[in-house]
T-cell receptor
Framework: QKEVEQDPGPLSVPEGAIVSLNCTYS??????FMWYRQYSRKGPELLMY????GNKEDGRFTAQVDKSSKYISLFIRDSQPSDSATYLC????????????FGSGTRLLVRP | KAGVTQTPRYLIKTRGQQVTLSCSPI?????VSWYQQTPGQGLQFLFE???????NKGNFPGRFSGRQFSNSRSEMNVSTLELGDSALYLC??????????????FGPGTRLTVT
């Protein structure tokens, strides 16, 4: 079993929809949580990062962490065609914050 | 601030050769991590350097090595290339959690093709 599980998709939604992306993890030692967006043949771009349970909002993006359930989510409001990309969750232990463990990524397609 | 830069962006090598990839972190960042991304295995941690010292290494053979210089720039080397080493190699930098920043910022990657 992988330490971080993420549905590969693809997830297809109409423009303007609210998108929900999720990851589950098995290692309770994970304390740092990040979401990256990766366009084809590009490097991952950091979208959100948090170390605490609860919600963190930044513009159209909201990251949610539930450590008791070992579950994290990324919500995208008012989705745009430019949001079409692969979304990767990543997490790390407090004693090795530099070693990110990634989910496999979810492909998102936002239809105009 | 300039982002993480990686050179070269693309590389084609033959089996058995060796290759060196370079990474310049964001100014002020002293932690540099390297990852390999392939369609089958996704993103996997190779190793990390901080203040010229390797702090951790992922589950890769000894053919994969790296180093960091005093200006925080880092290089990774792969010797005796195999076809399976074809991948996107990504470098990421951070301030380091103990110094107020655990989040990692990635460069554009070096796409290595081994023929």
């Amino acid at each position: 079993q992988k330490e971080v599980e993420q549905d590969p998709g693809p997830l297809s939604v109409p423009e303007g929809a609210i998108v929900s992306l999720n990851c589950t993890y098995s290692n309770s030692a994970f304390q740092y949580f990040m979401w990256y967006r990766q366009y084809s043949r590009k490097g991952p771009e950091l979208l959100m990062y948090t170390y605490s349970s609860g919600n963190k909002e930044d513009g159209r993006f909201t990251a949610q962490v539930d450590k008791s359930s070992k579950y994290i989510s990324l919500f995208i409001r008012d989705s745009q065609p430019s949001d079409s990309a692969t979304y990767l969750c990543a997490m790390a232990r407090m004693d090795s914050s530099y070693k990110l463990i990634f989910g496999s990524g979810t492909r998102l397609l936002v239809r105009p | 601030k300039a982002g993480v830069t990686q050179t070269p962006r693309y590389l084609i090598k033959t089996r058995g050769q060796q290759v060196t990839l370079s990474c310049s972190p964001i100014s002020g960042h002293r932690s540099v991590s390297w990852y390999q991304q392939t369609p089958g295995q996704g993103l996997q941690f190779l190793f990390e350097y901080f203040s010229e010292t390797q702090r951790n290494k992922g589950n890769f053979p000894g053919r994969f090595s790296g180093r960091q210089f005093s200006n925080s720039r880092s290089e990774m080397n792969v010797s005796t290339l195999e076809l399976g080493d074809s991948a996107l190699y990504l470098c990421a930098s951070s301030l380091d959690a103990d110094r107020g920043g655990y989040e990692q910022y990635f460069g554009p990657g070096t796409r290595l093709t081994v023929t």
